[in-house]
Nanobody
Framework: QVQLVESGGGLAQAGGSLRLSCAAS????????MGWFRQAPGKERDFVGA????????YYADSVKGRFFIFSENAKNTVYLQMNSLKPEDTAVYYC???????????????????WGQGTQVTVSS
């Protein structure tokens, strides 16, 4: 199983940017569909975006489309979440996750992912 470690969270002002990193170890992340989720206090874990291995396509939640971008560096076995034009409602703990490349349309569902990082806090002030 792949192990994941997120980093890069912190405090940002509204309109600012942050870049989160998700470093994979144990196995190459190129075997997996890689997803990003977030969880605000008292709320469920919500889908943010995912790169689906089977389709080779990246999908985003409507709430972040056009502001957040997923990219990767294969040589570093790392996936990134670039977050621009941040809003206070983006405040949450962000998690990266790895799942089977065959999950198909299940990429928006947290239960479809097998491996999770520990999460990193993102706080956006107004």
């Amino acid at each position: 199983q792949v192990q994941l470690v997120e980093s890069g969270g912190g405090l940002a002002q509204a309109g600012g940017s942050l870049r989160l990193s998700c470093a994979a170890s144990g196995r190459s992340f190129i075997r997996y569909t890689m997803g990003w989720f977030r969880q605000a206090p008292g709320k469920e874990r919500d889908f943010v975006g995912a790169f689906t291995r089977s389709a080779g396509t990246t999908y985003y939640a409507d709430s972040v489309k056009g502001r957040f971008f997923i990219f990767s560096e294969n040589a570093k076995n790392t996936v990134y979440l670039q977050m621009n034009s941040l809003k206070p409602e983006d405040t949450a703990v962000y998690y990266c996750a790895a799942g089977a490349p065959t999950m198909g349309w299940g990429y928006r569902r947290a239960e479809k992912y097998d491996s999770w990082g520990q999460g990193t806090q993102v706080t956006v002030s107004s």
